[in-house]
Structure formats: structure tokens, C-alpha cells
């Protein structure tokens, strides 16, 4: 083999893609390893659970290889061209997402790993948990859905399903659209990271979430696949992805070694035989093994305690948690007070607009009213005036009927002129007066007219004058002239305009004059109507001067309100009187307050023998193997001092028994909600497959619907492979 030549210079370019497509540059020097590459990365995004992750390349062979930590980059099978793409992606999965992943950053790139694993179809999903993750991973995206800003097809061009669903449905993108859009309102509130992991708990119950397939053989030559997974190796049947056919985990694994294409795999347990497969490539077993030495060693770790760097995370993770927390809880309640204070606005502005045009309408029909009177006035005026000239014309045609029978007697001559004169002026006469008698009696009407319009115009100004007084009596500040000191009369709440009460009633107590009107006997005011009669009204200059004085102290706004309030009927007074109370001088007012009322899995109990994987080299082959150091023991660490993170300065006035309580709520909601899901994607399922394309199915999913008959998922199914003694899985194995 040719050697590559080194570059002249001292560092060599290299760029890595991160998974959310983002592109960052470096310069490494020309010894740089794997490891020193890789710890530049995590150091620059912040990671610090650097164990499940790796570099991925394309090998000048073509292949997918990870760049191995401890051998320089450059003496790896990297590309010849710079600068050098290697892709920053999760190498290791873990096997409870809820319990290993620490960090926010570390979720955040395995939710996004897996939701492009799902959309590209590296991962199986069935069609109505593809639909609920697409829900989950717009509300990680954009938050909660704007109703006001949503349009039909905005999600269509986000990459959310598998091609393999929407071509195996007789559905639209719109009809998928909307089959989401029902699953993401119902995510509203959730902030991104619990969204996230929501999508990550969901995704690790798939078949093959968290499996790396390679192409094998047995000794019979049968074709297999072999998954490389966290718990151990899983083989597969050539057309069956999903289910595996039997399982060997990690505690039973103690040696694995290659030769050439050939793997064999030691156990532990000495009664059961090793077993070998074959690899269809040889640059494809050091992957192979590099990814079971990477497993096995986080396998093992999961077992041992956690070292004081992963409990200072967990530490500060579940610190945070609990903040965050409890900010959502104190935002929720603050969203939900501003609600009801943006709906109780909402009421009374309302209100007030109400109250606002009952204002106008009365201030229209007031000036209707005074309008209409002055129109009947100036009628009425015209009407005298033509009854007057009409009285002058029929005066002067009496006149003149004298007068022409003084010459009457004058001359017989002109008798029969002055006869005919004189019947002409009498059929004047006559005519004149019957249009005066019509001109009298329709001054009379408009007389008639003006009286009533002037009632009217009087009754109205009283219904105005009770209406300040009633509103002077429910609480505003009534302004007393000096004529209340010298004894003048006030009038009462009660009484009709222009009364006054009796003289007992008149006598100035020892209280504010507010409360003096507010205590007057009922007694009084009712014996005071009943004598003055509903005749009587108040002076217009009295009534005029209370107006004045109550828009100059309330304003013309309070003034309309007023009047609109006079519009309730006849029984206002009566209302009036129910809300009129005795308030003691220098009485505080009473405030009014409201008073808001304010899972883990377990672990692991089983113990595999702490054995490690230790690297011997040969000239013939590359093996590795399991040293014996403490075989049968459970490495136990020395039990360190818990670190006090003062996290219980978080809490104050009960704030941690609360907290707990709305924990245990938020774990019984989460199990009901969790019940509902199962429901919700089961009618789900039932809508969608009466618009299914049998043709389209393809082999998974016609597997994933076998295992759905029989009621098997991926737990229930790697129970039943494990059942038996190593020795049979491992000749079950052969005879595949």
C-alpha cells in the first residue's frame, strides 16, 4: 500500500455537520486524533455526555465508517480531498431515553437523529404514531399553533411523514394536514423540551429504534442480519427487520473476536458452545466490533454507580427541571389570571358601551323632545297670529257692513247697488267668520299640544332630577351649598322633586351630609309623597342648578350613565332604596381580595459480572477478550457525600409540598393521558385504513400487522427470545 504523503503545512482543514445542518470549521493539527476532534466539537455546542456520540465519514472505499478516538485522523482510510466532511451523529443509544439523557442539548440532538431517521425510513413506523410524532415535532419546531396566523397547506411543505406512508393511503396532503393539525392543538402549552422527550419516549417502543443492521452469514449459509443494539446482539431474518429471531445481551457475551470475514463469539456460559457468522466485508467488521466494544462498555457502565461527573449532571439537570417547572406552574397561573382579567375587561367594557349608547338614545329623545316642543310653540304662535288677523278682517267687514247701510239710507238710487254690496259683504262676512271660528279652534288644539308638550318636557326634567338624586344617594359626593347650613330645604331621596320633608327630618344630625341623607326615615319620605302629590315638580333654576353641579363633579360621561339608568321603569326607586345603607363617618371601605388555591423505571436488578473487553493483537487475526478481575462482583463504588446544591432555598412558604403535589397530579394525568393516546391512535388507525392501498403494503408492514394480531410489541417479544438456556439459543442459531 502507498503511504499519503503529508501536507506541507502543520494543520489540515477539516468540516463537521451537526445534525441540525449546521456546518462548523476547523483547523487540526497533523497528529490530531479522533478523540481531540471530537472533544473540540462537544466543547463547542456544549455537550458534555459525550460517550453516545461519534464522527461519521465516507471512506475512500466508499463505506460509512466512524472515526476511531484513539489512532490519528490521518493515518485513518479518511477522503484525499480538504478539507474533510465528517457528520457529528449519536453512535450509542441508550436503552431509557428518560433516564440517561441528561443534558437538554443531548435530547435535542437525538430528537433530531431520530426524527430524520423516521421521515428517511431507517426506522419502521406505523402510520398513526407517524402522525402523532409529526404533531410532536411541529410543536418542538414553532411552538403552539397561531389559529389567527394558520392557513391551510402551511404544514405541507415541512417534511413530516414517511414517503412510505403517503403512498400506501388513498389521501390528499391536505387530509394528512389535518389529520396532524388535530394532534398539535392538543400540544398547546408544552414547552420544546418536554415536547421532545415526549417524541423520544414514543420513538425508543419501535422495532428498530436504536439498531444497527449488518449483513451476515451462518455456517449453513443462511443470509441474516445481525443488530448491533444497547441490550446486545439481536439476528434478524433476511425479510424481517422486526422481530428477531433470537438474542444474545452483553452479560453472556465474554470474547469477540474476527478472522479475516469470520466472527466468533465466546460466552460465558462454559456449557454452551461458541458460535461464529460471517461478514460479507472486511472493512465492515472493525465498525462491527468498534460499535459491540462501544455498547458492551456503556452497558456495563449503566450497572455501576454513577461517577461523581454524571451525579453532578443529574444533579444540576433535576435542579433545573424542578425551576423550570416551577416556572411553568407560576406562568400557567399567571396566563390564567390575565385571562380572566382580559375577560372580565372584556364584561364591563361591554357594559359600558351599553350604558354609553342608553346615554346617547335618552340625550337624542331629550332633544327629540325639546325640539318637537319649540316647533308646537312657534305653531301655536303662528296660529294667534293668523286668528288675530283673521279677528281684524271680520271687524273691518262689520265696518264696513255699517257702513254701507248708513248709505243705504242715503239714496234709493243706489239701493239695489248698495243691496248688492251689501250681500256681498255679508257672504264675506259670513265666510270670514267661519274661517275664523276653524283658525280658534285650531289655536286651541296647538294650545292643547303645547300644554301636553310642556308636561311632557316637565315630567322629563323630574325624571331627570331623580335620577341625580338617586344617583347622589347610591355613593357619589354630594355637593351642599351654604343653604344646607342656614336650614334650607334639601330634597330627599324619597320625596318627589321640590318637596321638602317634615321639619323633624330637616334638623342637621351630627354626621357627614352624605349620611344624613342616607339616614332619613323611610317613614318620612313616604308620608312627605303621599301628601305632596305627583303634581308638584321641582323649579327648573333647582333642577338646572343640580345638574350643573353634578357634571362639573362627575362629568358628562357619569351625567349620560345617569340618565340611561332613569330609563329602568317605575321601579327604580324601589332599587334605589334596596342599595341605600348607613355607612358610619371616617368607615374605611371594604376591599374584596381572591384568593388563588394555589416515573421512572426501576432499575435494573440485574447484576452481570463486571468483566471488561481487553484488545490482543496476533498476526493472524484480531481478537478481544474479557479479563477475569472481579468476575461474579458487583463493582461498588465508596459512598460519597451527597453535594448540597441548596435546592431547598428553591422553596419557601410551602412551595415544595405543593410542588410534589402537582407532580403526583402531573404523573396521574400523564397515566390517563397516556391510556387516551392508545385510544385516540386506535380510532385513528380504524379512520385510516378504510382508505388503504393494499397493493402499496409493503413486507413491514404486513410483519408489524402479524405482531399487532398476536398482540406482541418489541418488550414482549425480546422476553420470548430470552427464555431458554444460552446453549439452545445458540443451536437454534446454527440451525436458522
Not at 310 to 335: C, G, I, P, T, Y
Not at 694 to 711: C, I, S, V
Request: proline share 5%; hydrophobic share 35%.
Amino acid at each position: 500500500m502507498f503511504r499519503r504523503r503529508k501536507k506541507p503545512g502543520k494543520s489540515f482543514p477539516v468540516i463537521v455537520i451537526t445534525m441540525d445542518q449546521e456546518e462548523m470549521e476547523f483547523n487540526l493539527e497533523w497528529k490530531a486524533t479522533g478523540r481531540d476532534l471530537l472533544e473540540l466539537v462537544c466543547r463547542t455546542i456544549g455537550l458534555r455526555e459525550t460517550w453516545f456520540f461519534g464522527l461519521q465519514y465516507v471512506s475512500s472505499y466508499n463505506l460509512l465508517s466512524w472515526i476511531r478516538m484513539d489512532k490519528k485522523i490521518q493515518s485513518q482510510d479518511i477522503p484525499h480531498e480538504y478539507p474533510v466532511k465528517f457528520y457529528f451523529l449519536a453512535q450509542f443509544y441508550p436503552e431509557n431515553v428518560n433516564e440517561e439523557l441528561v443534558q437538554e442539548v443531548t435530547q435535542h440532538l437525538f430528537f433530531l437523529q431520530v426524527k430524520q431517521q423516521i421521515v428517511g425510513m431507517d426506522i419502521y413506523c406505523p402510520p398513526e404514531v407517524a402522525v402523532l410524532l409529526a404533531s410532536y415535532a411541529l410543536q418542538a419546531k414553532y411552538g403552539d399553533i397561531d389559529e389567527a396566523r394558520y392557513k391551510p397547506g402551511m404544514l405541507i411543505k415541512e417534511e413530516l411523514l414517511p414517503p412510505r406512508v403517503l403512498e400506501q393511503y388513498q389521501m390528499t396532503p391536505e387530509m394528512w394536514e389535518e389529520k396532524i393539525r388535530v394532534w398539535y392543538q392538543d400540544h398547546r402549552g408544552k414547552p420544546r423540551d418536554v415536547v421532545e422527550m415526549e417524541y423520544l419516549k414514543i420513538a425508543q417502543d419501535l422495532d428498530m429504534y436504536g439498531i444497527n443492521y449488518y449483513h451476515i452469514t451462518n455456517k449453513k449459509g443462511t443470509e441474516l442480519w445481525l443488530g448491533v443494539t444497547a441490550q446486545g446482539l439481536k439476528i434478524f431474518e433476511k425479510e424481517n427487520k422486526l422481530a428477531p429471531k433470537t438474542m444474545f445481551p452483553w452479560s453472556e457475551i465474554r470474547n469477540i473476536s474476527f478472522d479475516d470475514k469470520k466472527f466468533i463469539i465466546k460466552l460465558v456460559d462454559k456449557n454452551s458452545p461458541p458460535f461464529s457468522f460471517y461478514s460479507r466485508n472486511l472493512r465492515v467488521n472493525k465498525t462491527i466490533l468498534e460499535l459491540c466494544i462501544g455498547n458492551h462498555n456503556l452497558f456495563m457502565r449503566r450497572r455501576r454507580p454513577d461517577s461523581m461527573e454524571v451525579q453532578h449532571m443529574k444533579a444540576r439537570a433535576k435542579e433545573e427541571s424542578l425551576r423550570r417547572q416551577m416556572e411553568r406552574s407560576k406562568l400557567a397561573r399567571e396566563k390564567q389570571l390575565r385571562e380572566e382579567l382580559e375577560m372580565e375587561r372584556s364584561q364591563l367594557e361591554h357594559r359600558l358601551m351599553q350604558y354609553q349608547e342608553e346615554a346617547r338614545l335618552a340625550n337624542e329623545a331629550l332633544h327629540r323632545s325639546e325640539e318637537a316642543a319649540e316647533l308646537l310653540a312657534e305653531k301655536s304662535r303662528l296660529a294667534e297670529e293668523e286668528a288675530r288677523l283673521l279677528s281684524e278682517k271680520a271687524t273691518k267687514a262689520e265696518e264696513e257692513v255699517r257702513r254701507l247701510g248708513s248709505l243705504y239710507q242715503k239714496g234709493q238710487e243706489e239701493r239695489q247697488l248698495l243691496s248688492q254690496k251689501m250681500r256681498d259683504a255679508e257672504l264675506l262676512a259670513a265666510q270670514c267668520m267661519e274661517e275664523s271660528e276653524l283658525r280658534a279652534e285650531e289655536a286651541r288644539r296647538l294650545q292643547d299640544e303645547l300644554r301636553r308638550a310642556r308636561m311632557a318636557e316637565k315630567e322629563a326634567k323630574e325624571r331627570l332630577f331623580e335620577v341625580l338624586k338617586n344617583t347622589y344617594v347610591n355613593g357619589s359626593t354630594v355637593v351642599m351649598n351654604s343653604s344646607y347650613d342656614s336650614g334650607a330645604s334639601v330634597p330627599h331621596a324619597h320625596s318627589p322633586a321640590g318637596m321638602v320633608p317634615p321639619s323633624s327630618s330637616l334638623a342637621p344630625p351630627p354626621r357627614s351630609p352624605r349620611s344624613a341623607l342616607l339616614d332619613s326615615p323611610l317613614e318620612h319620605h313616604s308620608s312627605a309623597h303621599d301628601r305632596s302629590g305627583s303634581s308638584a315638580g321641582a323649579p327648573a333654576s333647582e333642577i338646572d342648578r343640580l345638574v350643573m353641579g353634578y357634571a362639573e363633579q362627575n362629568g358628562t360621561s357619569s351625567l349620560r350613565q345617569a340618565l340611561a339608568r332613569s330609563g329602568a321603569g317605575d321601579d327604580s326607586d324601589d332599587e334605589v332604596e334596596d342599595l341605600v345603607v348607613d355607612e358610619a363617618p371616617g368607615a374605611p371601605s371594604p376591599r374584596r381580595s381572591i384568593l388563588l388555591p394555589p416515573s421512572t423505571s426501576p432499575p435494573s436488578s440485574a447484576a452481570p459480572p463486571p468483566y471488561h473487553l481487553v484488545a490482543t493483537s496476533s498476526t493472524s487475526a484480531t481478537t478481544y477478550t474479557m479479563s477475569d478481575i472481579g468476575r461474579g462482583e458487583m463493582v461498588r463504588g465508596e459512598e460519597r457525600p451527597e453535594e448540597d446544591f441548596n435546592v431547598d432555598s428553591l422553596f419557601v412558604n410551602g412551595e415544595m409540598e405543593r410542588l410534589s403535589l402537582e407532580i403526583e397530579k402531573e404523573r396521574e394525568e400523564y397515566l390517563q393521558k397516556s391510556q387516551s393516546l392508545r385510544c385516540q391512535l386506535s380510532e385513528l388507525k380504524s379512520e385510516i385504513d378504510q382508505l388503504k392501498v393494499e397493493e402499496n403494503q409493503t413486507d413491514l408492514d404486513e410483519f408489524h400487522g402479524q405482531l399487532a394480531m398476536q398482540g406482541e410489541d418489541k418488550y414482549s417479544t425480546i422476553n420470548k427470545i430470552k427464555q431458554g438456556s444460552t446453549k439452545s439459543r445458540v443451536a437454534f442459531f446454527e440451525e436458522l
